[in-house]
């Protein structure tokens, strides 16, 4: 399932113009990233997240030997720390759920609600079919997508 995603965030245009994406290293139940942060690492620049003291942290990610096991079994790469947050072109965020008005239902704990308001990229969620509905339950912290790919 996650191929389809993956090739139609691969088409989309602000996936190919963008230059510095922030993505996610996927865990079992999300869209698998993994063959797309190999296939990206030689074209773009990519920044993987990490979690330090409750919140997000990035890092340039230009190897798997780069990763070790952080937060909530999430691989994070111990690469160098990225703070130029306004060079970010485009975030790429997992989520458990989805709807059409960009809402996004996230793990709970609110580290991508209180990251992703210090960047200024375009943002695209992530998820399978059955993780997109019609509306979900959001409030006024929660940071909306600007647009969900999904299949």
Sequence with gaps: ????VIQTLKLNAH????????LYNSL????????????LKSQKRILL????????VLHEYTSSDMLTEG???????????????????????????FDTQGNRLGRGKGYY???LP????????????????EQIAHDIHDVKMDEVIYA
Excluded: W
């Design 28 to 39: 079992q139940d999300e869209v698998d990233t993994h063959a797309l942060l190999e296939e």
């Design 113 to 115: 609600d209180k990251f």
């Design 71 to 97: 937060c909530y079994g999430i691989q994070e790469s111990q690469g160098r720390v990225f703070t130029d947050f306004e060079s970010i072109d485009l975030v790429v965020v997992p989520g458990m759920a």
């Design 15 to 22: 996936f190919q113009a963008a230059h510095t994406i922030c």
């Design 118 to 133: 210090r960047i200024n990229a375009h943002k695209i969620g992530l998820c399978f079919g059955f993780q997109y509905f």
């Design 49 to 56: 997240p990490s979690i330090q003291d409750g919140e997000i």
């Design 1 to 4: 399932m996650s191929k389809s």
